[in-house]
């Protein structure tokens, strides 16, 4: 009988003991369990950006149970919901997005609510602004054959959304329109038969999605004619240009000039119906003309061509001499050749050597050679083979590193770096009066990492009939405001001798007549200097002539 009772009374407790299995989440799921349906995987959607649009394929599902989808972007700031069809593909056209980046956001609903876990796939849409920075296809080469035929060579084609090319033109009254395939790795040309315009304009047409296009900005090639078609008479300053009517966009040309007495810009527009005509305010070397085309309201200019209304004749510089230099405690003349070679490092200088601050012996590497003389008349003389050196003056250059105690003033080659701010020149007398009214320097040719550094930055060039000039600062007249010489950031190319980069070409100056000239050099590149020992870059010290020339124009 205790047994029993000791039994009883452990059942009745292990029964008072246990609770409902769900006792802890029954408060959670009063409303049922939590369904959910199976989630979009990301690599099944298709989304294809559009011109301000997004077109969306979803794939048929083996869940049946979804009957619309819920699609977030922007940051779940916009959304909307599609019914869809479980059974079958579902494409959604979301209109009036933005411009930009996406990053979409996929949830799956039934009829009664329950959700799917979400999916994300990201897309670019397409706009104004992307096709703004589209790239017309480049042209190769452009030609009119003999028969009247213009071919045009495109480049290969290197963006796979490029699809074609739309050429436009307008001739003798009717519009013309051509295509090339921009899809077809072998089609590359296209052959226009009888084309008489002389302008066309084209663009390419992209698809960075399936179905809608975009147009790259217009390029417009635009002909002018060749320079021996044009006519000028000097007596009469009558001037005849070709008539282009065969094309419907040619407007007329315009005309530009430097006047030779102002050294003003002058502009005259010709219009179509009077292309030859007399133009009496014209008084210049030369003019550029330029075709006018009209394309989609706006006016087109060709590229210029110069017409020669004179000829340049430089000046003989047989009779040219340079000045010597004087010493400024003496004033004795210096002579202008160093007694000293060039041996890799600067020597001490002694009263024969020319300026310590601006011209040293000339780093040639063969002092035998007679053409490589160590001489102040490199820069006048008839080869580019040598070179007038001026040491650079203050700053991070040659001064900086070998300050030396002997001073010059006035005189072929010099400096005035106490008394007239840190000039550094060089003085040609001509030996009689002569007109001119332009100059040209020919820069050396080096084979050298910084052959801009060898090249003067600002130049002014005075005059003066004076001889005391040469000791006299004050007997001295600007020609010139500074000038920066053409082409002077730019490289001199060695093995080309006649490469425009390697002169300044003729440049235009007042109308002047002066025996004696000085070229003040007013800015230059200074030299670097190595930051582990301090020392200058000997190489870029110096600013090398090859040859100096001044011309008078000779006007038709």
């Known amino acids: 009988m205790k047994n029993k009772t000791v039994f009883f009374v452990i059942m009745a407790l292990i029964i008072n003991a246990c609770t409902p299995m769900d006792h802890n989440i029954k408060d959670f799921v009063k409303d049922g369990p939590v369904v959910y349906l199976t989630k979009l995987d990301p690599d099944d959607i298709t989304i294809v950006g559009e011109r301000e649009r997004a077109v969306i394929t979803l794939p048929a599902m083996k869940d049946l149970r979804p009957t619309k989808v819920l699609i977030y972007w922007a940051n779940r700031t916009q959304s909307r919901e599609f019914p869809i069809n479980p059974e079958v593909e579902t494409k959604i056209d979301l209109r009036e997005l933005k411009e930009g980046a996406y990053i979409f956001e996929f949830i799956l609903m039934d009829e009664v609510g329950n959700k799917s876990l979400t999916s994300t796939k990201s897309t670019d849409v397409y706009g104004s602004v992307y096709e703004t920075y589209l790239l017309n296809r480049s042209i190769s080469s452009d030609r009119l054959t003999a028969d009247g035929k213009r071919e045009i060579i495109f480049a290969k084609v290197t963006d796979a959304t490029m699809q074609m090319t739309l050429i436009e033109w307008s001739q003798n009254g009717t519009p013309q329109t051509r295509t090339i395939d921009a899809t077809d790795e072998g089609v590359n040309s296209i052959v226009i038969d009888d084309f008489t315009a002389s302008s066309f304009k084209y663009r390419t047409i992209y698809k960075p999605g399936n179905e809608d296009i975009f147009w790259s900005p217009p390029s417009y090639v635009l002909d002018n004619p060749d320079v021996g078609k044009v006519v000028y008479d000097g007596p009469t300053k009558r001037i005849e240009l070709p008539s282009l009517s065969n094309d419907d966009y040619w407007r007329g040309y315009e005309i530009r000039w430097i006047d030779r007495f102002t050294l003003d810009a002058k502009t005259y527009h010709v219009p179509s119906n009077a292309t030859s005509f007399n133009l009496p305010e014209y008084a210049a070397a030369e003019f550029y003309y330029s075709a006018l085309f009209q394309y989609d309201g706006d006016m087109k200019s060709s590229s210029s061509i110069a017409k020669s209304t004179s000829e340049r004749v430089n000046l003989n510089r047989t009779g040219w001499y340079v000045p010597l230099e004087t010493e400024i405690s003496t004033g004795r003349e210096l002579a202008n050749v160093s007694n000293g070679t060039w041996s890799g490092a600067y020597e001490a200088i002694t009263a024969k050597n020319k ?149 300044t070409g003729n440049v235009p100056l007042r109308a002047s007549s002066y025996r004696y000239i000085k070229c003040s050099i007013t800015d230059w590149v200074e030299a670097l200097v190595d930051e582990e020992n301090g020392e200058v870059n000997r190489h870029m010290t110096t600013i090398q002539i090859a040859q100096f020339y001044l011309g008078q124009t000779i006007y038709f």
């Open 355 to 503: 300026s310590p601050y601006l011209s040293q012996k000339l780093p040639y590497e063969n002092q035998s050679a007679p053409e490589r003389s160590n001489s102040p008349r490199a820069h006048i003389e008839g080869t580019d083979g040598t070179c007038l050196v001026l040491v650079k003056g203050p700053g991070t250059s040659f001064r900086t590193q070998h300050p030396y105690s002997i001073q010059h003033k006035y005189g072929g080659i010099s400096s005035i770096d106490v008394d007239f701010g840190k000039e550094i020149y060089f003085i040609i007398d001509m030996g009689k009066v002569e007109d001119f009214d332009y100059f040209r320097i020919v820069y050396r040719r080096i084979e050298a990492a910084n052959t801009v550094s060898y090249k003067p930055q600002g130049i002014q060039l005075y005059g003066s009939n004076d001889p005391a000039c040469i000791n006299d600062h004050s007997k001295w007249t600007a020609i010139t405001d500074r000038i920066e010489p053409p082409f002077c950031t730019m490289p001199t190319i060695q093995d080309q001798a006649t490469h425009v980069q390697n002169s």
